[in-house]
Nanobody
Framework: QVQLVESGGGLVQPGGSLRLSCAAS????????VGWYRQAPGKQRELVAS???????NYVDSVKDRFTISRDNAKNTVHLQMNSLKPEDTAVYYC?????????????WGQGTQVAVSS
């Protein structure tokens, strides 16, 4: 059974940091591209950061220079280090994984972890 489990969310003051983790089980992790999405109340889900199976990364402009995505294939885990957090970063953060092109396969989602940035 395939599972993605996020952890590391919580309440933090503006300017603070959090590190989210996405642990995968039940699939070949090293062929997966992984993305972190977030959804704030009343807003559409947006892709925040992604990392390919080869380690290439991409970020939405609003988090560049503040967030860093990384992967540890030995531990089947992807991390999202979030620094200089702002109130507008408040959202539920979801991990998404799917086989990296040209491999074809289903897309998987985690259950989400809440991040709240507030003083």
């Amino acid at each position: 059974q395939v599972q993605l489990v996020e952890s590391g969310g919580g309440l933090v003051q503006p300017g603070g940091s959090l590190r989210l983790s996405c642990a995968a089980s039940g699939l070949s992790f090293n062929i997966l591209g992984v993305g972190w999405y977030r959804q704030a109340p009343g807003k559409q889900r947006e892709l925040v950061a992604s990392i390919t199976s080869g380690g290439s990364t991409n970020y939405v402009d609003s988090v560049k220079d503040r967030f860093t995505i990384s992967r540890d294939n030995a531990k089947n885990t992807v991390h999202l280090q979030m620094n200089s957090l702002k109130p507008e970063d408040t959202a539920v953060y979801y991990c998404n994984a799917k086989p990296q092109f040209p491999i074809v396969g289903p897309t998987y989602w985690g259950q989400g972890t809440q991040v709240a940035v507030s003083s």
